[in-house]
């Protein structure tokens, strides 16, 4: 078998349709988009979403909730993530998004007391709960929040 030998197999290509080459070829003329109205111009046819006329489901159906769009992004982390820290370190936004425990994109970060700490710490975040605040001064560490 060579290179010139290789074939499709048998019914696996299909020709494509031609449209508009002649009335011969039964797709010739209007090229299958029936006669006149939107979709037989050219750069006609529907926006997304449309329904011909009827109302559509996206206005059919009932609105619900509420999106504050002056939310600040607050991103957790709990203690038992801070043990990956070495000992007297300071832990920031910086240095948590290094460690990829939180994202660039968050504004603040907040501590929760969620498992154990051994090793001091000075801890610079957004917020701290009262037991991530108790646990990281029982090891020796601190909290400033900024």
Request: net charge positive.
């Amino acid at each position: 078998m060579r290179l010139h030998d290789l074939a499709p197999a048998e019914g696996s290509r299909k020709n494509r349709k031609r449209k508009g080459r002649g009335v011969g070829s039964g797709l010739g003329k209007t090229a299958g988009r029936g006669t006149k109205g939107h979709n037989a111009r050219s750069g006609g046819g529907v926006r997304p979403g449309f329904e011909g006329g009827q109302m559509p489901l996206h206005r059919r159906l009932p609105k619900r909730g509420f999106k504050n769009i002056f939310r600040t992004p607050v991103e957790i982390i709990n203690i038992r993530d801070l043990s990956r820290f070495d000992s007297g370190s300071v832990v920031d936004s910086k240095a948590l998004a290094k460690a990829g425990l939180v994202t660039r994109k968050a504004t603040q970060v907040k501590v929760l007391g969620q498992g154990e700490i051994q090793i001091p710490l000075t801890v610079r975040v957004g917020a701290a709960s009262k037991s991530a605040l108790e646990k990281i001064n029982a090891a020796g560490g601190t909290v400033e929040v900024v």
